[in-house]
Every structure is written in structure tokens, then in C-alpha cells.
T-cell receptor, first 110, second 117 residues
Framework: QKEVEQNSGPLSVPEGAIASLNCTYS??????FFWYRQYSGKSPELIMSIYSNGDKEDGRFTAQLNKASQYVSLLIRDSQPSDSATYLC??????????FGTGTRLTIIP | GAVVSQHPSRVICKSGTSVKIECRSL??????MFWYRQFPKQSLMLMAT?????????EQGVEKDKFLINHASLTLSTLTVTSAHPEDSSFYICSGINRRGGTDTQYFGPGTRLTVL
């Protein structure tokens, strides 16, 4: 069974620090990886997508992919209180469907 | 990015009635849309894959006769919850696939909160 694992948290990070979120997946054939942010009561919002090994940076966000170790991570620099949310890792196992992790709840402490 | 809308955003209905939820891709054509359900403090659960012009594909355990899906155009998919019961109360979210630059990315609608009394 194809699975995506995340630490459910909660993860508490001081404002201005780096928040590090991790995700592992079970299928080596996975091709596409996504990080979504979900505020309470709202739908998921795409933060980052990554398809090849290495780092991808977009503003304060950096996604890191290591296919050999089957993990993908998201770093948030200069964390702000508005970054407090649940972060969902999603993986496409070769088709259009996404398999989601259970999400990591992140709290930025002012 | 890409924009997906849903209507209504919130609906309250009596047990036994049917509720229709619309999902529209506003600035792209979505040959494939997905319907998810999310219960409190849980992750998204995929219910079905909606393909334009063909029958939807339902995930295991999802009753196709209870959750009717129609995808009649490249920008509109509808989910009808038939004979709704209190256990159907949930947050229903649709998504559309935007195919651009050789990559497929799912963009989510804002969700519909259904409460069945």
C-alpha cells in the first residue's frame, strides 16, 4: 500500500526561526511531490511542488527532495505567526491521484 | 496558480434530502477533477475522480449511488449527496488538475461545509 508519513506534531517554533517539516513516502516510483498549507476550516493551498532531487526555493520556503532516501522536506525561514497552520505533504505515485499525509500542525510562537 | 470555486460554501439540510455541490475551474480547463471529504482533525480522503464526459471513478468504500458525480464540461463538476444523513456531515473539497508545462498540479476549491440535521 502506498503511504505518506508525517509527524503529526504539534511543532512549535519561535517567530523568526526556521521551521522544518518532514515527510517520507513508501513508493520509490513516486514522481511528483507537493506541500500544501491548510488553515483551520479552510481548504488546502499549494505552497510548493518539487519533481527532482535537490532543493527548490520560493521566497521563505525551500522544498528538499531525496528520492534515494524517500523523503521530502519543507523549510520555512523567518517563521511568522501567519505560518501557523497544518502542512500537508502529498505524493503522486505515477498517476494523477495524490496521496496525502496526515499533516503536521505548526505553531509559530510570537 | 489556478482558481477553483465551489458553491455553496456552507449548507445545512434535513436528513433525507439531497444536496448538490458545484465545483468550477475559473481560469483553466480541468478534464479531471477530484472530490475529497475531510472530517475534523483528519486528513483529506479521496472520494472519487471525475473525468469530463465519462463516468466517475469511485474509491473503495464510497457508494456511487449515494454520491452522484457529473462532469459535463471542462470547467464544471457536480457532487450530489443523495438522501443525506447526519453521518454525511463533513467538509467536501474539490480540486482540478491544471496541466501546464508538462506538469500536473492540483488546485483546490474553498470547500463546502455540509451539516445534515
Amino acid at each position: 500500500q502506498k503511504e505518506v508519513e508525517q509527524n503529526s506534531g504539534p511543532l512549535s517554533v519561535p517567530e523568526g526561526a526556521i521551521a522544518s517539516l518532514n515527510c517520507t513516502y513508501s513508493d520509490r516510483g513516486s514522481q511528483s511531490f507537493f506541500w500544501y498549507r491548510q488553515y483551520s476550516g479552510k481548504s488546502p493551498e499549494l505552497i510548493m511542488s518539487i519533481y527532482s532531487n535537490g532543493d527548490k526555493e520560493d521566497g521563505r520556503f525551500t522544498a528538499q527532495l531525496n528520492k534515494a532516501s524517500q523523503y521530502v522536506s519543507l523549510l520555512i525561514r523567518d517563521s511568522q505567526p501567519s505560518d501557523s497552520a497544518t502542512y500537508l505533504c502529498a505524493v503522486s505515485f505515477g498517476n494523477e491521484k495524490l496521496t496525502f499525509g496526515t499533516g503536521t500542525r505548526l505553531t509559530i510562537i510570537p | 496558480g489556478a482558481v477553483v470555486s465551489q458553491h455553496p460554501s456552507r449548507v445545512i439540510c434535513k436528513s433525507g434530502t439531497s444536496v448538490k455541490i458545484e465545483c468550477r475551474s475559473l481560469d483553466f480547463q480541468a478534464t479531471t477533477m477530484f472530490w475529497y471529504r475531510q472530517f475534523p482533525k483528519q486528513s483529506l480522503m479521496l472520494m472519487a475522480t471525475s473525468n469530463e464526459g465519462s463516468k466517475a471513478t469511485y474509491e473503495q468504500g464510497v457508494e456511487k449511488d449515494k454520491f452522484l458525480i457529473n462532469h459535463a464540461s471542462l470547467t464544471l463538476s457536480t457532487l450530489t449527496v443523495t438522501s443525506a444523513h447526519p453521518e454525511d456531515s463533513s467538509f467536501y473539497i474539490c480540486s482540478g488538475i491544471n496541466r501546464r508545462g508538462g506538469t500536473d498540479t492540483q488546485y483546490f476549491g474553498p470547500g463546502t461545509r455540509l451539516t445534515v440535521l
